[in-house]
């Protein structure tokens, strides 16, 4: 398998000559084939370090792959005030694209034969057994209703099982301060110094009722959580370790953890929110003293692992090859399929159109495109965006997999603009 070196910002004649190279290049690396336009990915690199010059986000990495062919492109720096190169290998606190990988051990343990996805949780999580389930989302805290039935495994899996974000202005409910004092997650950027450990979790998550009935809404975020503590109760082991030894180890995935040991954190960038009122980038997780550096009390499932662009490309290669890393099997193909296809009905997706459009749905943990509204919207496309600033979607119809790594959290419900110019410049690279 050809395997790109990094990319450093440099002039676009300078790149189209280090692609144009055949054989073995300086770096050590292959040059291309002829899957990918090398002069559209110099326009993709050209326009992603535009970002980087404009002073917009401090460093990227991107990664794109077409079959066996791979490109790696590694610009800006690691900080915005320093000097320290961005690197193919840094670290990167990857947020929302954690989900598809919560799923997949859950999927793990039904291929395994130890949950299975008609199964009731409550074996597992007692905390929510007998559930009550507001009347509307605007009732007071004790008017509701009984739960028509158990929740299962497949609900947690869909995100339907009737817990999570609130999608409205903080205030518009009583259930969101409760949400916010708990610190259950899903209502801001992931907070693990803040997040109570596992058991407690679950007790404040088993005291509040339910917003919808199992089955009946499809709602963000707190599934991925709740799958994380349903993996590590039904395996007998922390979920870090189950996802080290079923999923990390056998993919390669040395750097990929929920949270950075010291030994690594030179390659630990700084994370920036954008203060639209002084109009610049501020740090909202430093290098020098990262919430990621400890391990956390709660291993969350929704967002809490950090990754490289390498580790989280060989999840995605697993995912697109239907479940085999070489010559291993890591998830039948059953598995992967029920992962990636549409699993809500459209009353299920009803009041997630903020997170759907009219264009996809939601498999198993990730979204899956259903019809083409933009050009790289592929029906059977699969993946998911993270809101520290990562993107990682594959396309099994054109065995094309896109990791957008940037430490610039998105600051609005609207796709950030780096991310549809990378995934508009990557998909102008499969054209011939």
């Not at 605007?138 to 099982?161: E, G, K, M, W, Y």
């Amino acid at each position: 398998m050809s395997r790109l070196r990094p990319l450093f910002a440099g002039d676009e004649d300078a790149v189209l000559d280090w692609l144009g190279r055949s054989g073995e290049d300086a770096a050590g690396g292959f040059g291309m084939t002829d899957a990918l336009n090398k002069g559209r990915v110099a326009d993709l690199h050209g326009t992603m370090n535009g970002y980087v010059e404009r002073g917009d986000i401090p460093g990227i990495v991107t990664l794109i792959a077409c079959g066996e062919e791979i490109y790696v492109d590694v610009m800006g720096r690691m900080t915005v005030d320093g000097t320290k190169p961005m690197r193919r290998d840094t670290i990167f606190r990857i947020a929302s694209i954690t989900k598809p990988i919560a799923a997949a051990a859950t999927m793990i343990l039904v291929d395994d034969g130890k949950l299975r996805l008609e199964d009731s949780v409550e074996r597992w999580l007692p905390e929510l057994a007998n559930r009550r389930v507001l009347r509307r989302m605007d009732s007071q805290p004790d008017d509701t209703v009984p739960a028509t039935r158990s929740i299962t495994v497949h609900d947690v899996l869909n995100f339907a099982f009737g817990f999570g974000s609130v999608m409205a202005r903080p205030g518009t409910y009583w259930i969101q301060e409760l949400i916010r004092d708990g610190h259950l997650g899903g209502d801001g950027p992931p907070r693990p110094s803040l997040t109570p450990g596992t058991d407690e979790w679950m007790r404040r998550l088993g005291e509040l009722p339910l917003m919808y009935q199992p089955g009946e809404r499809w709602l963000y975020n707190t599934s991925c959580d709740v799958m994380g503590v349903l993996v590590a109760r039904a395996s007998g082991r922390s979920f870090g370790t189950f996802l080290r030894e079923r999923l990390f180890d056998p993919l390669g995935m040395k750097d990929t953890a929920f949270s950075v040991p010291a030994s690594k954190l030179d390659r630990l960038p700084g994370v920036y929110l954008f203060n639209h009122e002084s109009k610049k980038l501020e740090e909202f997780d430093s290098t020098q003293d990262s919430e990621y550096s400890r391990a956390p009390a709660f291993e969350s499932g929704a967002g809490g692992l950090v990754s490289t662009v390498d580790d989280y490309y060989a999840f995605c290669r697993m995912m697109l090859n239907k479940g085999v890393w070489g010559r291993e099997r890591v998830l039948t193909e059953a598995s992967v399929e029920a992962m990636t296809r549409d699993q809500l009905t459209p009353q299920q997706r009803e009041g997630a159109e903020l997170f759907f459009g009219n264009h996809s749905s939601w498999g198993f943990g990730m979204s899956v495109e259903l019809q083409r509204e933009k050009p790289w919207m592929v029906p059977g496309r699969f993946g998911w965006d993270g809101g520290f600033g990562t993107s990682a979607y594959s396309d099994p119809a054109n065995d094309f997999i896109g990791i957008l790594m940037t430490q610039r959290m998105m600051d609005s419900s609207e796709p950030p603009a780096v991310f549809e110019d990378f995934w508009s410049g990557a998909y102008r690279a499969l054209e011939a």
